[in-house]
């Protein structure tokens, strides 16, 4: 929570004796107030029990070694960089932590049950393949074109040359989509007419994420992915669902068979699943299946080996705890005489009664999370005191299976309070907050300034204190940017934190944070062109709606433009209006009082709106014509900002 304004004033009181010293432990090290917090969260936790691990291990085929490389070059998987995973956990890693991180680093091709496959580790998620009559039926083709591609190949030099006959994206997060184009092409799909099977809402929900809020979305999935970190043990260890993301070349393809009823029975290649929707838990759109002939129940990401997110760190539409509880009794109940289990990420349960535990665990914590919040929440406890309130039972919170390696405990009540009543916490002191800057300043003048701060900081790094420490620090950063010995002091509660964290993104963050209170931001954000073949399949709707959302609205001021946008190859037509500083479109019949029509194809327009491609270089192209004012144009289209995808996130001078 926010120091009250007695506490501030009562810093400036400390005795500050010795606190010019630097912190006596090297950046790098855990202190011993580090110790002592992993050693209580561990309290309890068999860690010696090696059940996951045969678990893990069994069924490997082969194992992959190399790399696989992005289109520029970039190493987008590294098979061999978390082989330090192994034997007895190091100082600045939580053992419970990397307890799961050895169990994620069995990667391989691996036999779940006969007709079964699993691809683990050539991305965040898993590959699945199961053997039809004819070929192979692919479950959730991984993040990019790359991986999936070299997933697919090393599956066939160990199994056989067999074709893809039907593929099926069990949700519309990038992870189990954006691999499709290198398993298949959209030319081969129609030729071979290759089933794509989807639950409803599928292409909506998969579109518009990764549109709409994807410049933000992106950026902030580096510090939970960590994808700048160096794997090692003061680094990158794990995501909690995989080893790391591929941030390479995301394409999708529309679905062809949709799921829309809620249990739906389907016979793919010779193989009959029976699928169940499941909307509005882990993801809008999903769907779960069994294949009741070989006893196998696909749990899609209802289900993984970590206590989930109800709210992505990256940022997310919140997710419905029970909503979520009940589709795991669902799962209870038709599971009938399932043997195996297998999820889209992590490693697989074997035993019906084994199963029944893991479902049931599932459903309690997320149940149990969902019930005490809002108990709490009617008694009035505020999201911050509720997170610091809440504990699971000992039967919960000693199963490895629901451990906050990926969500974590008080981050997912707030998002359960931020569904019913939203962020707001109901007093008015912050219905209306200064801007964070302001607020730091006049914090920081309160304390003394800059230097009072950071004494003040020091005597409590010493005490181990290091989330005071990060809020104190916060408030001297944004104050002064620039503040070399300020930044210093916070990189290094934040790595403290992060060694403590026994969630992976949890410490992903904290540790990007180090980094880049050290280092800066980075220089690029994701690349725009690896989004180019799934912004190829987006409807135009949704460009349209990223347009009006990177309007500058200040700079829009009485413009009252129209424009008619024709394209060319898909014979679409809209027309395009500023209106009171808004940008509206609709679909229909060019305008004849606009001030310009631009006729292109869609493929140049995505070209366009990504950056891929600079409008006046696309002037002279046969795939674009401008009638009526092309200055009119050029003035419009520079109102639409490009997000630059590398914003700060620590550090940052924002007013």
Known sequence: ?????????????????????????????????????????????????????????????????????GSDGSVLIDFDAFRFVEGKAPATVNPSLWRHAMLNAQIGLFKVTDGIYQLRGFDIANMTLIEGQTGWIVVDPLTSKETAAAALAFAREQLGDKPVTAIIFTHDHADHFGGVLGITSVAEVAERKIPVVAPVGFMEEAT?????????????????????????????????????VAYGSIGILPPTQIIDQPTQELVIDGVTFVFHNIPGAEAPA?????????????????????????????????????????????????LGDTEVYFGQHNWPVWGNERIREFITQ???????????????????????EIAEKIQLPDSLASYFGTRGYYGDLRHNVKAIY?????????NPAHLNPLPPRESARRYVELMGGSAKVLEAA????????????AELLDQAVLDQPDDKAAKELLARAYEQLGYQSESATWRNSYLTAAQELRNGPPEKGVRRSDLIELMKQTPTERFLEAMAASLDGPAADGK?????????????????WIENAVLHYRRGAPASNANATLSVTKDLFVQLLSGTAGFKDALTSKDLKVDGSTVDLVRFLGLLEKAPGNFAIVAQARD
């Open 458 to 469: 020091r005597v409590a790094y010493d005490k181990g204190e290091y989330r005071w420490v």
């Open 362 to 384: 599932h459903r309690d914590i997320y149940k149990y999370m969902h019930d005490q919040t809002v108990r709490l929440m009617n008694a009035g406890y505020t999201p911050d």
């Open 1 to 69: 929570m926010r120091p009250t304004f007695y506490t501030l004033i009562a810093l400036t009181l400390v005795s500050l004796a010795g606190c010019d010293k630097p912190p006596s432990v090297a950046s790098g090290e855990a202190t011993p107030a580090t110790a002592a917090v992993i050693e209580a969260s561990i309290k309890g936790l068999d860690l010696n029990d090696t059940r996951d691990l045969e678990d893990a291990q069994r069924g490997l085929i082969a194992r992959p070694t190399g790399q696989i490389l």
């Open 208 to 244: 518009s994420e990764n549109v709409l809020a994807g410049p933000a979305m992106s950026r902030r999935s580096m510090y939970q992915f960590g994808k700048n970190l160096t794997p090692g043990a003061t680094g990158m260890v794990d995501t909690g669902l995989g080893k790391n």
């Open 418 to 426: 931020q569904m019913y009543l939203g962020a707001y916490d109901g």
């Open 286 to 334: 999903e769907l779960t299946f069994s294949i009741p002939e070989r006893k196998a129940y696909g749990g899609a990401e209802l289900l993984a080996q970590t206590m989930h997110n109800l709210l992505p760190i990256r940022g997310a539409k919140v997710r419905d705890a029970l909503l979520w509880s009940d589709y795991a009794q669902a799962a209870l109940d038709d």
């Open 560 to 576: 009252n433009w129209t424009f008619n946008l024709q394209l060319t190859d898909t014979k679409e037509s809209f027309v395009l």
